[in-house]
């Protein structure tokens, strides 16, 4: 008895000729969904949201939920990264934004939800040094005649602070007012940087005789103005005082700040100054002036990188990147993604590990693997620790065994170049698939997980898209045009499939006469209008289309072109004999097997 069965269908392996790849295996699966184990179509994409027509063309797309509400926010490039503010309990909601080549913006949750123009990562220190006019001497009996420096920063209302100005020094009596003035804000790009208000800071010498930078007052700027309009102080009881309306504050009598602009009468003792303890902090570097992307640490540090040059920001203030923590390797960086606590860094040349849990104690493995990433956007991360981008040679898996090439025994290199276009790869992941897109249309499935569906095909009208993963859901995101769809919509029909079976080839010629076809009845009686890649092939109203093949060698011939709508058992025509059959199966339903044999009584055996 000679019989054909298919059941447990899988996707194609192109390193292997037609005629020796599994009984299970395709030569073509487009659209197809193997999981299972049946073949079932792709869902459609559903549409999740369309920018309007006003708002600029975006190439990608970032989804946030937020408050039980949705918020959609574009992205220049498909190239650019946004990532979400590494540290615990952010209330502003930051997310860290970078398009390749240019300087990190930070958008709140508020301009998410409100609009707004971001703002950019980053403080600049102020140009300037204060201009300090000492209390003068008295000659009294007891007068402590002290000398002093004071510098001044800029802070964000987000409690960001630049870098000092330069300092001042001057000479006076230490229990008598010092007016400090010139302290302006005055940097490029002013309403990009969100400064709310200054930090004036002064020398206080111990008795050790070390001399530090104490904080004297924090002086409200007044938003867009360039000049001091306001002032804090805390007063030698500890409360604090608020200059609002013009007015002098007194403290037992005392000036202790004034309101002309851009000025600041100082009569803090030193006791109180370090009984305060705020000295100028020491995080204040600014990021450099144009990276090539942008990743959020778990360690609480953001990792960003400029052709070759790693950098990182410190923990917990990722406005403030120390040159210290600076690498450089030896060829340029396409992208980085995360592998547990590491990162993983895919060069032009061999990938490399990126590990330590504080940024001052990054160090970088080299895998000794010449495997150049071809396009950034095809580096996908599979937690909890594997990376996936495509190489001159297939996909390359990095996890904690190392690097290697895992469709190595799914196809040849020629095969992936020509058929698969790895330099145009946008990917994403969709449980435990690797999506991609390679063109207009066109794309393909890989799952690192199951050898058994091999690489599936992908057709869509939805021409070229850039993809992204949504951070609520974890949902894969196709944007074309303006418009954001969720792809492999579980709300929507599926699209219809398309698989082709292996040649089975027999030692001599025979007539497969009988065969039956098992597909989902109850989704084919409400079937709805073909509407996507393969019309031509399946006219609506139609569950299943198979047609079969056959011929001596490999001269195959159509024998049989059967529409179905149901389950349903058959005869192909008789009176034909051949050494080699082939079966391809067009349907918009789930199909489960297909068997066949040369009479319907072996068939009832099968």
């Known amino acids: 008895m000679t019989a054909i069965v298919i059941r447990d269908f899988g996707g194609r392996v192109p390193i292997t000729g037609d005629r020796l790849i599994p009984d299970n295996a395709a030569t073509v699966a487009v659209n197809t969904d193997v999981l299972s184990g049946e073949l079932r179509g792709i869902h459609a994409?559903?549409?999740?949201?369309?920018?309007?027509?006003?708002?600029?063309?975006?190439?990608?797309?970032?989804?946030?939920?937020?408050?039980?509400?949705?918020?959609?926010?574009?992205?220049n490039t498909p190239d650019s990264d946004i990532v979400r503010s590494p540290l615990a309990n952010d209330a502003y909601g930051r997310y860290y934004m970078v398009d390749p080549g240019t300087l990190p913006r930070l958008i709140t949750q508020d301009i998410v939800q409100n609009g707004g123009t971001p703002f950019l990562l980053g403080v600049p220190a102020p140009t300037g040094a204060p201009v300090i006019t000492p209390a003068a001497e008295t000659g009294a009996t007891g007068e402590i005649v002290t000398t002093r420096a004071y510098c001044y920063t800029y802070v964000t209302a987000f409690g960001e602070e630049s870098a000092p100005s330069l300092t001042s020094e001057a000479t006076g009596d230490a229990a008598g007012a010092w007016t400090v003035s010139g302290m302006v804000v005055a940097v490029d790009n002013?309403?990009?940087?969100?400064?709310?208000?200054?930090?004036?800071?002064?020398?206080?010498?111990?008795?050790?005789?070390?001399?530090?930078?104490?904080?004297?007052?924090?002086?409200?700027?007044?938003?867009?103005?360039?000049?001091?309009?306001?002032?804090?102080?805390?007063?030698s009881d500890g409360t604090q005082l608020t200059d609002f309306d013009g007015v002098s504050l007194q403290d037992n009598g005392q000036i202790v700040s004034t309101t002309t602009p851009?000025?600041?009468?100082?009569?803090?003792?030193?006791?109180?100054?370090?009984?305060?303890?705020?000295?100028?902090?020491?995080?204040?570097?600014?990021?450099?002036?144009?990276?090539?992307?942008?990743?959020?640490?778990?360690?609480?540090?953001?990792?960003?990188?400029?052709?070759?040059?790693?950098?990182?920001?410190?923990?917990?203030?990722?406005?403030?990147?120390?040159?210290?923590?600076?690498?450089?390797?030896?060829?340029?960086?396409?992208?980085?993604?995360l592998s547990g606590t590491n990162v993983i860094v895919m060069t032009e040349t061999t990938p490399r590990q990126l590990s330590g849990t504080t940024p001052d104690s990054l160090a970088i493995y080299d895998y000794g693997m010449n495997e150049p990433c071809q396009s950034k956007?095809?580096?996908?991360?599979?937690?909890?620790?594997?990376?996936?981008?495509?190489?001159?040679?297939?996909?390359?898996?990095?996890?904690?065994?190392?690097?290697?090439?895992?469709?190595?025994?799914?196809?040849?290199?020629?095969?992936?170049?020509?058929?698969?276009n790895p330099t145009q790869i946008q990917a994403v992941r969709q449980g435990t698939k690797y999506v991609a897109f390679n063109g207009a249309g066109t794309g393909f499935i890989f799952d690192n997980q199951s050898p058994r569906i091999g690489f599936i095909d992908t057709a869509t009208a939805l021409g070229a898209p850039n993809v992204s993963v949504d951070?609520?859901?974890?949902?894969?995101?196709?944007?074309?045009?303006?418009t954001a769809y969720r792809w492999n919509d579980v709300t929507q029909p599926q699209t219809p499939w398309r698989w082709m079976s292996k040649q089975f080839q027999f030692p001599s010629p025979l007539n497969i006469g009988a065969w039956r076809v098992e597909i989902d009845d109850t989704a084919a009686a409400a079937l709805p209008p073909?509407?996507?890649?393969?019309?031509?092939?399946?006219?609506?109203?139609?569950?299943?289309?198979?047609?079969?093949?056959?011929?001596?060698?490999?001269?195959?011939?159509?024998?049989?072109?059967?529409?179905?709508?149901?389950?349903?058992?058959?005869?192909?025509?008789?009176?034909?004999?051949?050494?080699?059959?082939?079966?391809?199966?067009?349907?918009?339903?789930?199909?489960?097997?297909?068997?066949?044999?040369?009479?319907?009584?072996?068939?009832?055996?099968?």
């Open 45 to 75: 994409p559903g549409a999740l949201y369309t920018f309007q027509s006003s708002s600029p063309t975006y190439k990608k797309v970032a989804h946030f939920d937020y408050n039980g509400q949705s918020y959609w926010f574009g992205l």
């Open 471 to 482: 951070y609520g859901s974890g949902d894969a995101i196709v944007f074309v045009g303006n």
């Open 377 to 420: 956007g095809s580096i996908v991360a599979f937690p909890p620790a594997a990376v996936l981008y495509a190489s001159q040679n297939g996909l390359v898996t990095v996890d904690w065994i190392g690097a290697h090439i895992s469709t190595s025994q799914l196809m040849e290199r020629d095969v992936w170049i020509t058929e698969y």
């Open 190 to 235: 002013l309403a990009l940087r969100n400064i709310t208000s200054i930090n004036l800071y002064r020398t206080v010498t111990g008795s050790d005789g070390s001399t530090a930078f104490y904080l004297v007052g924090n002086i409200i700027t007044g938003g867009a103005t360039t000049m001091v309009t306001e002032a804090l102080l805390n007063d």
């Open 530 to 606: 073909v509407n996507a890649i393969e019309d031509s092939l399946l006219p609506d109203g139609v569950a299943l289309r198979m047609r079969a093949y056959a011929g001596m060698g490999s001269a195959l011939t159509l024998i049989a072109d059967i529409s179905l709508n149901v389950t349903t058992t058959g005869r192909f025509p008789s009176g034909f004999k051949a050494d080699t059959w082939q079966f391809e199966f067009i349907g918009q339903v789930s199909m489960r097997s297909f068997k066949s044999a040369e009479t319907s009584r072996e068939l009832d055996k099968v």
């Open 262 to 337: 851009g000025t600041y009468t100082d009569i803090a003792s030193d006791t109180l100054l370090t009984n305060n303890d705020i000295a100028l902090p020491s995080t204040y570097w600014l990021p450099p002036l144009a990276m090539d992307g942008l990743i959020s640490n778990p360690g609480g540090f953001l990792i960003g990188w400029s052709g070759r040059n790693i950098y990182a920001s410190a923990v917990g203030f990722p406005h403030a990147w120390p040159y210290s923590y600076a690498l450089a390797l030896e060829s340029n960086i396409i992208g980085m993604a």
